[in-house]
C-alpha cells in the first residue's frame, strides 16, 4: 500500500514538473455529427476543413456554416482549429485572403496551414488568430521548428515518424507548441511528400486529393524478377497509429496536443478514440495508471483499424510498420477457419475475443490472402448462430444463401468487421439527451441582508470567463430560512440540460438574508445565458492588413530576361555510372544524388578535374542527432540541393555554399518563392504539384532566372521511413541488423498496370519509389523558353550508361535547334527504359 501511494506521489510529481499545461486532445470533424460527437466525448479542441483549401476535399463546411461550428464548440469551451492546409496557387491568393479574413471574423481558434506563403499571409493579415504548422511541412527537427517560426507558426504539428527521443530533443531546443499525431491512420508517405496521385492520377495529394495508390497491391520485384511474398501483397500500406501505452512517457516530454487522425471517420470513430483518449490522459495527468478495459480494447480496434501499433514511436522497426496482408479496415481477429461444413464452418476462436465473443448479428468476412487474388469478392456476412463444439471450435451458420462456402477454405481468417455492441457503446454520445460534457463552474454569491443579492459563474479552468447578475431588489431577513450553502448549493446546481456543472460554491454573507428560490432560479438562468454569450464571443479577432498589401512579391521585369539567352543543362546523377556518362557531356552543372553521402567526395573531385560545377543533393528529411550531416554538406564546399527546411534553416545559420531549393520544399505560388529566395536560396524549383503552365506563370512573376525546372525524370511519388529493402530482402528491424541489401540489389514495384517502379534508399535508409515512366516536358518547352527559363534539369534513377548519354544527346539537339519539340517527345519515347508521360506537367484545358 505504502509503495502504491509513493509511485502515485512520485509519478504526479514527475508529470507536474515536466509540464506546465495538460495535453489537449484534438479529435477530427468531417461534418455535424462527428463534431458533435467529439464534444460530448471529451476532446479539448476539435480540427475540421472547409471546403476549399482542406486537404481532405470531400468533407468539410461552409463559411457561411464556420460561425454556427465555432458557437457550438465555444459555448461547450472546445476550441475550434480550422485546417486550410493545401498548397495554394497564384491565382488563389486572394481568394485564401478573403477565406482567412472570414475564418478570423467567425471566431477560428487556430488555423493550421501548408503553405508557408499562405502563413506569411495570415500572419499578416489575421495576426490575432494563432497559426499551427500541418504535419504536410514535414517537419521533423529543431530546426524545421525554428523555419517554421520564422513564418509566423506558433505551433508544429510534427511527422509522424518520430520516436520518443527524437521528441524529447525537439522538445529540449524549441519552446514553441509541439503537437504529435496520437491515432489513427499512417500514410506510408512522410505527410507532404507524396506525388504518387500527381502522378498517376492528377489528383494533388498537397491540394486534398490523395488516391489512396499506397493501398494498392504491388510485386516486388528484385534484379527484375517477382520475389513470391505470400500474403504480403499490399507492400506499402501501414497499419494504424496506437500511442494510448505510451501516453506518461509523451507527457513528460511536454506535448501540447494529441491529434487523432480521421475526418473521413464515421461519428461512432470519433465518440469511442476520442473517449478513450480522454481518460487516459486524465488518468495519467494525475499520475495514476490507465490501462484500457479489453472490452476498450476491442472496441478500438472494431471500430476502425488496418491493425494497430506504436509504430515509429518506440523506435524504428521495419518488419512491423507494414503487414501488407491488407489495406483495408478489417475490424477485430475473430479466428481461423478449421473445417468448412455443407452448411456451417468451424473456426478456431481468437482467444483475445474472450471479452467480446462473437455472437449473433455480427458482420463477419472470410479472409483468404492466402490463395485468393487482390481483385476476388470476398465471402462474408451476418452470423445466424454460433454453437460451441465438444473440441473447442465454434460453429457460425448464417441465413441461406448467405455464403458460397466453396469459396472457403481451411486456414482462412475470420475478421469481424461489424459488432452491434459497439453502436450502443458509441450511442451515448451521438445523441445524448443532456449534455455529457460539463464545463466545471466556480459560484460566488454575496448575499447580505438589505442589499441586493450578487451571483458571479466563473469557468474553474479558465477564471477569465466570469459574469455576475444581480438581483432588482434588495434582499430581506429571513423568517424561518436564511441563506446557507446547502440551500445554495441545491439551487444553483440544478443546470440541467446546461453545458455546466457547479464544483466549487463561495458564499459571502451578512446579516440573516433570504433569497427565494424563484429568484434564485431566475438568476442562475440569467447567468448562464450570460455565460453562454461570452464563451461564444470569445476568440474573434479582426483583419489588420488591406487587401492591397496580402502580397509582397516584387514585380518582374520581363525584359531581364529573354529567349536568347543560352539554355543551361544541369544532370543529376544516382550512380556512378551514370556519373561517367554525365562527364563526357559536360553540362552546367553535374547533382550526386547518392545513397552514401560520405562517399561523395572521389566523385566531387572527378567532376571538378573536369571543369564542371558540382552540387549535392541533400536528403528530404532531416531528424534530431542527424545534425553530421549538416557539417558535412557544408565542408563539401559546394553548391546544395536543398530538400529539406529543417536542413535549409541549419545551413543558413552559418556560411554556406550556393544553395537552391528543391521541389520537395512545396514553392507553389510566387508569395513562397519569395520568402524562400529572401531566405538566401539562389533559385529554387517548384512544387511537382504545379503543371507547366503554373511554372511558366511563376517565372513571369518572379524571374525566370530563379527557377530551375525539371525537364526529365522519373517523378519521385512516395518518400518513406519505411524501408522495403529491410522488411522484405532481410529478416532484420533497422540498418543495424538489415545487412543493408539496398546496396547490393536493384529493387523496384510493379504495380496492377504492369508498371514497375523503382525504389532507392538515402543515406538515412529512407525510400523513395519513382514513377516508373519518365516524365518529361517536350510539350511544354518552348513555351518555358518564350517565359524566358533557361534552366533545366534531367535527372536519372534506373537508367544505363548508354540511356543517359542518348537522352542527354536529344535534349541537347532540341536546345541547338537541330529538333523539334515533336521530334523530342517522340525519340523520347523510344529511349525511356519504361515509356514517357507528361504527368504532373499536363495543362488541362
Same mark, same amino acid.
Request: with cysteine; hydrophobic share 40%.
Given at each position: 500500500?505504502?509503495?502504491?501511494? *509513493?509511485?502515485?506521489?512520485?509519478?504526479?510529481?514527475?508529470?507536474?514538473?515536466?509540464?506546465?499545461?495538460?495535453?489537449? +486532445?484534438?479529435?477530427?470533424?468531417?461534418?455535424?455529427?462527428?463534431?458533435?460527437?467529439?464534444?460530448?466525448?471529451?476532446?479539448?479542441?476539435? *480540427?475540421?476543413?472547409?471546403?476549399?483549401?482542406?486537404?481532405?476535399?470531400?468533407?468539410?463546411?461552409?463559411?457561411?456554416?464556420?460561425?454556427?461550428?465555432?458557437?457550438?464548440?465555444?459555448?461547450?469551451?472546445?476550441?475550434?482549429?480550422?485546417?486550410?492546409?493545401?498548397?495554394?496557387?497564384?491565382?488563389?491568393?486572394?481568394?485564401?485572403?478573403?477565406?482567412? #479574413?472570414?475564418?478570423?471574423?467567425?471566431?477560428?481558434?487556430?488555423?493550421?496551414?501548408?503553405?508557408?506563403?499562405?502563413?506569411?499571409?495570415?500572419?499578416?493579415?489575421?495576426?490575432?488568430?494563432? +497559426?499551427?504548422?500541418?504535419?504536410?511541412?514535414?517537419?521533423?527537427?529543431?530546426?524545421?521548428?525554428?523555419?517554421?517560426?520564422?513564418?509566423?507558426?506558433? /505551433?508544429?504539428?510534427?511527422?509522424?515518424?518520430?520516436?520518443?527521443?527524437?521528441?524529447?530533443?525537439?522538445?529540449?531546443?524549441?519552446?514553441? $507548441?509541439?503537437?504529435?499525431?496520437?491515432?489513427?491512420?499512417?500514410? =506510408?508517405?512522410?505527410?507532404?511528400?507524396?506525388?504518387?496521385?500527381?502522378?498517376?492520377?492528377?489528383?494533388?495529394?498537397?491540394?486534398?486529393?490523395?488516391?489512396?495508390?499506397?493501398?494498392?497491391?504491388?510485386?516486388?520485384?528484385?534484379?527484375?524478377?517477382?520475389?513470391?511474398?505470400?500474403?504480403?501483397?499490399?507492400?506499402?500500406?501501414?497499419?494504424?497509429?496506437?500511442?494510448?501505452?505510451?501516453?506518461?512517457?509523451?507527457?513528460?516530454?511536454?506535448?501540447?496536443?494529441?491529434?487523432?487522425?480521421?475526418? *473521413?471517420?464515421?461519428?461512432?470513430?470519433?465518440?469511442?478514440?476520442?473517449?478513450?483518449?480522454?481518460?487516459?490522459?486524465?488518468?495519467?495527468? #494525475?499520475?495514476?495508471?490507465?490501462?484500457?478495459?479489453?472490452?476498450?480494447?476491442?472496441?478500438?480496434?472494431?471500430?476502425?483499424? /488496418?491493425?494497430?501499433?506504436?509504430?515509429?514511436?518506440?523506435?524504428?522497426?521495419?518488419?512491423?510498420?507494414?503487414?501488407? /496482408?491488407?489495406? /483495408?479496415?478489417?475490424?477485430?481477429?475473430?479466428?481461423?477457419?478449421?473445417?468448412?461444413?455443407?452448411?456451417?464452418?468451424?473456426?478456431?476462436?481468437?482467444?483475445?475475443?474472450? &471479452?467480446?465473443?462473437?455472437?449473433?448479428?455480427?458482420? =463477419?468476412?472470410?479472409?483468404?490472402?492466402?490463395?485468393?487474388?487482390?481483385?476476388?469478392?470476398?465471402?462474408?456476412?451476418?452470423?445466424?448462430?454460433?454453437?460451441?463444439?465438444?473440441?473447442?471450435?465454434?460453429?457460425?451458420?448464417?441465413?441461406?444463401?448467405?455464403?458460397?462456402?466453396?469459396?472457403?477454405?481451411?486456414?482462412?481468417?475470420?475478421?469481424?468487421?461489424?459488432?452491434?455492441?459497439?453502436?450502443?457503446?458509441?450511442?451515448?454520445?451521438? &445523441?445524448?439527451?443532456?449534455?455529457?460534457?460539463?464545463?466545471?463552474?466556480?459560484?460566488? =454569491?454575496?448575499?447580505?441582508?438589505?442589499?441586493?443579492?450578487?451571483?458571479?459563474?466563473? !469557468?474553474?479552468?479558465?477564471?477569465?470567463?466570469?459574469?455576475?447578475?444581480?438581483?432588482?431588489?434588495?434582499?430581506?431577513?429571513?423568517?424561518?430560512?436564511?441563506?446557507?450553502?446547502?440551500?445554495?448549493?441545491?439551487?444553483?446546481?440544478?443546470?440541467?440540460?446546461?453545458?455546466? $456543472?457547479?464544483?466549487?460554491?463561495?458564499?459571502?454573507?451578512?446579516?440573516?438574508?433570504?433569497?427565494?428560490?424563484?429568484?434564485?432560479?431566475?438568476?442562475?438562468?440569467?447567468?448562464?445565458?450570460?455565460?453562454?454569450?461570452?464563451?461564444?464571443?470569445?476568440?474573434?479577432?479582426?483583419?489588420?492588413?488591406?487587401?492591397?498589401?496580402?502580397?509582397?512579391?516584387?514585380?518582374?521585369?520581363?525584359?531581364?530576361?529573354?529567349?536568347?539567352?543560352?539554355?543551361?543543362?544541369?544532370? !543529376?546523377?544516382?550512380?556512378?555510372?551514370?556519373?561517367?556518362?554525365?562527364?563526357?557531356?559536360?553540362?552546367?552543372?553535374?547533382?550526386?544524388?547518392?545513397?552514401? !553521402?560520405?562517399?561523395?567526395?572521389?566523385?566531387?573531385?572527378?567532376?571538378?578535374?573536369?571543369? +564542371?560545377?558540382?552540387?549535392?543533393?541533400?536528403?528530404?528529411?532531416?531528424?534530431?542527432?542527424?545534425?553530421?550531416?549538416?557539417?558535412?554538406?557544408?565542408?563539401?564546399?559546394?553548391?546544395?540541393?536543398?530538400?529539406?527546411?529543417?536542413?535549409?534553416?541549419?545551413?543558413?545559420?552559418? #556560411?554556406?555554399?550556393?544553395?537552391?531549393?528543391?521541389?520537395?520544399?512545396?514553392?507553389?505560388?510566387?508569395?513562397?518563392? #519569395?520568402?524562400?529566395?529572401?531566405?538566401?536560396?539562389?533559385?529554387?524549383?517548384?512544387?511537382?504539384?504545379?503543371?507547366?503552365?503554373?511554372?511558366?506563370?511563376?517565372?513571369?512573376?518572379?524571374?525566370?532566372?530563379?527557377? $530551375?525546372? @525539371?525537364?526529365?525524370?522519373?517523378?519521385?511519388?512516395?518518400?518513406?521511413?519505411?524501408?522495403?529493402?529491410?522488411?522484405?530482402?532481410?529478416?532484420?528491424?533497422?540498418?543495424?541488423?538489415?545487412?543493408?541489401?539496398?546496396?547490393?540489389?536493384?529493387?523496384?514495384?510493379?504495380?496492377?498496370?504492369?508498371?514497375?517502379?523503382? @525504389?532507392?534508399?538515402? @543515406?538515412?535508409?529512407?525510400?523513395?519509389?519513382?514513377?516508373?515512366?519518365?516524365?518529361?516536358?517536350?510539350?511544354?518547352?518552348?513555351?518555358?523558353?518564350?517565359?524566358?527559363?533557361?534552366?533545366?534539369?534531367?535527372?536519372?534513377?534506373?537508367?544505363?550508361?548508354?540511356?543517359?548519354?542518348?537522352?542527354?544527346?536529344?535534349?541537347?539537339?532540341?536546345?541547338?535547334?537541330?529538333?523539334?519539340?515533336?521530334?523530342?517527345?517522340?525519340?523520347?519515347?523510344?529511349?525511356?527504359?519504361?515509356?514517357?508521360?507528361?504527368?504532373?506537367?499536363?495543362?488541362?484545358?
Amino acid at each position: 500500500m505504502l509503495r502504491e501511494l *509513493y509511485h502515485k506521489a512520485y509519478n504526479t510529481f514527475m508529470l507536474h514538473t515536466h509540464l506546465p499545461t495538460k495535453p489537449e +486532445i484534438m479529435s477530427p470533424a468531417g461534418y455535424w455529427p462527428q463534431l458533435q460527437a467529439a464534444i460530448e466525448a471529451g476532446a479539448d479542441a476539435v *480540427y475540421f476543413g472547409l471546403q476549399h483549401f482542406s486537404a481532405r476535399a470531400k468533407v468539410g463546411f461552409t463559411l457561411a456554416e464556420l460561425p454556427d461550428v465555432l458557437r457550438t464548440l465555444h459555448r461547450r469551451g472546445v476550441r475550434g482549429y480550422v485546417t486550410f492546409n493545401t498548397l495554394v496557387f497564384d491565382h488563389e491568393l486572394d481568394v485564401a485572403a478573403r477565406n482567412l #479574413e472570414q475564418i478570423a471574423a467567425a471566431g477560428a481558434d487556430a488555423i493550421i496551414v501548408q503553405d508557408v506563403g499562405v502563413a506569411h499571409m495570415a500572419h499578416q493579415i489575421i495576426p490575432g488568430v494563432p +497559426i499551427h504548422a500541418s504535419t504536410q511541412m514535414s517537419i521533423t527537427s529543431a530546426e524545421g521548428v525554428a523555419l517554421a517560426q520564422r513564418f509566423g507558426v506558433s /505551433r508544429v504539428i510534427l511527422a509522424r515518424e518520430l520516436a520518443l527521443d527524437d521528441l524529447r530533443a525537439i522538445r529540449a531546443a524549441t519552446d514553441l $507548441e509541439l503537437e504529435i499525431f496520437a491515432h489513427g491512420a499512417l500514410c =506510408v508517405s512522410y505527410s507532404g511528400q507524396c506525388f504518387s496521385s500527381e502522378a498517376w492520377g492528377g489528383r494533388s495529394a498537397n491540394r486534398g486529393q490523395c488516391a489512396q495508390t499506397c493501398r494498392m497491391p504491388y510485386t516486388l520485384l528484385v534484379n527484375d524478377r517477382p520475389v513470391p511474398l505470400g500474403d504480403a501483397r499490399y507492400l506499402l500500406s501501414p497499419g494504424d497509429l496506437y500511442v494510448l501505452d505510451h501516453l506518461p512517457a509523451i507527457m513528460q516530454i511536454g506535448i501540447t496536443a494529441l491529434k487523432i487522425e480521421g475526418r *473521413y471517420k464515421d461519428a461512432q470513430y470519433v465518440a469511442l478514440t476520442t473517449n478513450a483518449y480522454r481518460k487516459a490522459v486524465d488518468a495519467a495527468w #494525475e499520475g495514476l495508471p490507465h490501462q484500457p478495459s479489453p472490452v476498450e480494447s476491442l472496441q478500438l480496434e472494431q471500430v476502425f483499424s /488496418r491493425g494497430l501499433g506504436d509504430y515509429f514511436i518506440t523506435g524504428t522497426n521495419h518488419q512491423r510498420v507494414v503487414r501488407g /496482408r491488407s489495406p /483495408r479496415h478489417r475490424g477485430v481477429l475473430a479466428g481461423r477457419v478449421v473445417r468448412v461444413l455443407s452448411e456451417r464452418v468451424l473456426i478456431e476462436a481468437n482467444p483475445e475475443l474472450a &471479452a467480446a465473443p462473437l455472437k449473433p448479428g455480427d458482420g =463477419v468476412v472470410f479472409d483468404a490472402a492466402d490463395w485468393r487474388s487482390p481483385q476476388e469478392p470476398e465471402e462474408g456476412g451476418r452470423l445466424y448462430h454460433v454453437i460451441p463444439t465438444r473440441d473447442g471450435l465454434l460453429g457460425l451458420e448464417f441465413a441461406n444463401g448467405a455464403l458460397d462456402f466453396t469459396r472457403i477454405r481451411p486456414g482462412d481468417l475470420l475478421w469481424r468487421t461489424h459488432d452491434p455492441d459497439l453502436d450502443r457503446a458509441a450511442r451515448p454520445f451521438l &445523441a445524448p439527451a443532456a449534455p455529457l460534457r460539463r464545463q466545471p463552474l466556480v459560484a460566488k =454569491v454575496v448575499a447580505h441582508e438589505d442589499a441586493p443579492l450578487q451571483l458571479s459563474f466563473a !469557468l474553474r479552468d479558465q477564471r477569465d470567463v466570469c459574469v455576475t447578475v444581480t438581483s432588482p431588489q434588495p434582499l430581506g431577513s429571513a423568517q424561518r430560512r436564511a441563506v446557507d450553502v446547502a440551500y445554495l448549493r441545491d439551487q444553483l446546481g440544478r443546470l440541467g440540460t446546461t453545458p455546466y $456543472e457547479l464544483v466549487e460554491l463561495e458564499l459571502d454573507i451578512c446579516g440573516n438574508p433570504f433569497a427565494p428560490s424563484s429568484l434564485l432560479n431566475t438568476l442562475r438562468r440569467e447567468a448562464v445565458d450570460l455565460l453562454v454569450q461570452q464563451q461564444e464571443q470569445l476568440h474573434r479577432v479582426g483583419t489588420n492588413v488591406a487587401p492591397a498589401s496580402r502580397r509582397s512579391v516584387r514585380p518582374y521585369d520581363r525584359r531581364e530576361v529573354g529567349v536568347s539567352i543560352a539554355p543551361h543543362l544541369h544532370l !543529376l546523377v544516382r550512380t556512378p555510372e551514370q556519373l561517367a556518362a554525365a562527364l563526357e557531356l559536360a553540362p552546367a552543372t553535374i547533382t550526386l544524388d547518392y545513397l552514401d !553521402l560520405y562517399g561523395l567526395e572521389p566523385a566531387l573531385n572527378q567532376i571538378r578535374q573536369a571543369g +564542371i560545377v558540382a552540387r549535392v543533393a541533400s536528403p528530404r528529411i532531416l531528424k534530431p542527432h542527424e545534425q553530421r550531416i549538416v557539417h558535412f554538406l557544408r565542408r563539401l564546399d559546394c553548391p546544395i540541393l536543398v530538400r529539406s527546411g529543417g536542413l535549409l534553416h541549419a545551413l543558413l545559420a552559418d #556560411e554556406h555554399p550556393p544553395l537552391l531549393g528543391d521541389f520537395s520544399l512545396n514553392t507553389a505560388n510566387a508569395l513562397s518563392a #519569395e520568402i524562400f529566395l529572401g531566405l538566401g536560396l539562389d533559385r529554387i524549383t517548384p512544387t511537382y504539384d504545379l503543371n507547366a503552365a503554373q511554372i511558366s506563370a511563376l517565372a513571369q512573376a518572379i524571374g525566370p532566372e530563379r527557377i $530551375e525546372t @525539371v525537364a526529365y525524370q522519373h517523378l519521385p511519388v512516395f518518400h518513406t521511413e519505411h524501408c522495403v529493402f529491410c522488411r522484405f530482402l532481410s529478416d532484420g528491424t533497422s540498418s543495424q541488423d538489415c545487412g543493408q541489401p539496398c546496396e547490393r540489389e536493384r529493387v523496384a514495384l510493379r504495380d496492377e498496370r504492369g508498371r514497375a517502379h523503382p @525504389v532507392m534508399a538515402d @543515406v538515412g535508409c529512407r525510400n523513395t519509389v519513382f514513377g516508373a515512366e519518365a516524365q518529361e516536358a517536350s510539350r511544354h518547352l518552348d513555351a518555358w523558353r518564350s517565359a524566358g527559363l533557361v534552366h533545366y534539369r534531367l535527372e536519372f534513377v534506373h537508367e544505363t550508361r548508354n540511356e543517359v548519354l542518348q537522352v542527354v544527346d536529344r535534349f541537347n539537339a532540341y536546345f541547338a535547334g537541330q529538333i523539334s519539340a515533336t521530334d523530342l517527345q517522340r525519340q523520347l519515347a523510344t529511349l525511356a527504359p519504361g515509356g514517357t508521360t507528361e504527368g504532373s506537367l499536363f495543362v488541362p484545358v
